[in-house]
């Protein structure tokens, strides 16, 4: 970002005129074109031929102002994302976006590079002071061709050519740029866009003129509450604070970087001095000090303390629904150096990952993660269930679980394990048996929207269970011919919840909110889990644990900032994971954590084992 230019951007008023104003041309435009056609009709011998002035809409020739150009072509980005293979949406925005009249003065701009024209260099600018990531990563990301044909430039940034972009621009073209990203950033808060840029500056959060306590207040409160829990197994030779320790991982992962390669760019923060940085290396021997069950029990601790807040602020449903999902982390090495590495479907370069059991809250705005084991055998599911159940019931008054059609969860032991806690159970089941295949033949010859009918899973008594079949209005919507087989029209539920009090559709719309989840997953991956080449399995369990953590943070430090600001989360987010994540590695004060804290009771030891 920018953070010396002069902003001027433009105020909801200023927006609100200046579309009405074109509304208002566009209009006398339309109603002089009806007064011509309706004399046309009226005397068509009396009519004169159409002149340049009756062809001429004023509101076509009003320049929409830059950050309207990039908002219109983020919603097709945004559209096209997987189809077109893009990498960066927001580079991929800009590199989209006609630029004329809006770029920088055309020719090479030998002041500042042989390399850039106007185009480019205006492109170069957008990126710098939108993007939510920090200017040196900028630069190792304007090198990749990737984003290069995202933004559509045609050469490399160089680090000194950003340090010196926006220097080499006058005031007034500096103001401007600086102006319309300002406004594109404001009007992207509590959108689908809002991860994809930085946070407003500070005066446009609050302009009755209050301010805001920054970020990195709301961040540093919440690591020093939960950070204490975390154990390296440190001895009193080791002079690098925890704080500064753990910060490693968050650099990682806040640049999709390896742990050494981000305790190298951290070493470069004026406020640390050489030996005040970790290794990566140096960072994973502490951590191997800790079992795969002392990391899962540290990090139930750490992440009390925001359940805590999270309750405090009624955050907690009085009747809690989670959702229980299994997640692959790929992993591209030997895969017999560790046990809890197991084969996957194939994807790029890998067949083989690591696997974690998860439980989180569904259908609320904080959807947190209250739960995470590492997989070493799927069919251990339903011992994974029943720790994950018994301790997430000490947090939250458990009423429903959402499960998917997992191999590992489609089976008797699996739902009677579900079942044994009381709680209702609403799965997507699998459509390779006989009865289900019936089930949907039959509702396809009576075009039926919804059916069910009592049906028990293996040895289940089917008393008890119901197979649900749901009519996919999207998918027949867009089927340009009848399907191969009738079940593909249809979606099958498995649930102990009796479809004649709760309607089928209901139980489908409820499923629903367990697909935020994969969001989860995916965010948690892109936003808060570090990169890692390490074929140990505490080292990966410590790793995916504090990332599941760091969203944790994240989301409450949404719900601290609501808090303060009166807002309701439902309508968006306050704050970016991009924008907690940067706040925690540009933190100048390191946090005076405890290096090792006593061990706590023994109640979570005995609920997990």
Known sequence: MDEEADRDP???????????????????????????EEKA??????????????????????????????????????????????????????????????????????????????????????????????????????????????????????QSTLNRMPGRMDSGQRTYYASETETLVRQWQGTKFEDWVREPTPETISPDGEGVPPVQNITRELRSETFKYIRLK?????????????RVLVAAANGNDFANDAADNLDLKSWYDGDDIMTGQTLNIHIKKSSREQIT???????????????????????????????????????????????????RNFSNAWKYITLSLVGTDTPLILFVLPVKDRSYAPQYIRRMLRV??????????????????????????????????????????????????????????????????????????????????KKSRLRKSDPDEPEDDYTYFYTNVDPTETPPEKL???????????????????????????????VRTF????????????TVANIRRAEELGSDLSKGKELTAGRVMQAIEDDPYDLDIPTEPPETGNLLADLLY
């Open 234 to 246: 440190r001895d009193d030779s080791i002079e690098v604070t925890k704080d500064a320790a753990l």
């Open 508 to 538: 489908g719309s409820d499923f629903r909110r367990r697909w935020g989840i994969e969001t989860g997953f995916r965010k948690i991956k892109h936003d808060f889990l570090s990169k890692s080449a390490s074929p140990e399995s505490e």
């Open 297 to 347: 029990r540290m990090f139930l601790e750490a992440n009390e303390p925001l359940f805590e807040i999270a309750d405090e602020n009624a955050y907690f449903p009085e009747k809690a629904e989670v959702a229980i999902d299994i997640t692959d982390w790929p992993y591209f090495g030997d895969p017999d150096s560790d046990e809890y590495i197991q084969g996957t479907k194939a994807g």
């Open 10 to 36: 433009e105020s909801p008023g200023e927006i609100a005129e200046r579309r009405a104003f074109v509304g208002e041309l566009d209009s006398k435009f339309r109603e002089r074109r009806r007064e011509l």
């Open 543 to 554: 790793y995916f644990n504090f990332a599941a953590h760091l969203y944790n943070i994240w």
């Open 392 to 473: 997430a019931s000490q947090y939250v008054n458990l009423h429903r679980v959402y499960l998917d059609a997992g191999t590992e969860f489609y089976n008797s032991d699996t739902i009677s394990t579900v079942n044994e806690f009381g709680l209702e159970l609403v799965m997507q089941g699998r459509k390779s048996g006989k009865d289900i295949k019936h089930l949907f033949n039959g509702m396809a010859r009576i075009d039926l929207d919804s059916s069910h009918y009592p049906y028990g899973v293996g040895d289940l008594d089917e008393d008890n269970y119901y197979a649900v079949g749901i009519k996919s209005e």
């Open 41 to 158: 009709a009226a005397d068509p011998w009396d009519y004169l031929p159409e002149t340049h002035d009756d062809l001429y809409n004023e509101a076509d020739y009003e320049i929409p102002p830059l950050w309207e150009r990039l908002d219109s072509n983020a919603e097709l980005v945004h559209q096209r994302m997987e189809g077109d293979g893009i990498n960066n949406p927001l580079a991929a925005t800009i590199g989209r976006t006609r630029l004329f009249p809006h770029y920088w003065s055309p020719g090479d701009n030998g002041d500042l590079t042989q390399k850039l024209d106007g185009n480019d260099a205006t492109r170069v600018y957008l990126y710098l002071d939108l993007s939510p990531i920090a200017e040196y990563r900028i630069s190792d990301r304007l090198k990749t061709g990737s984003i290069q044909s995202d933004l559509d430039i045609d050469d490399t940034v160089s």
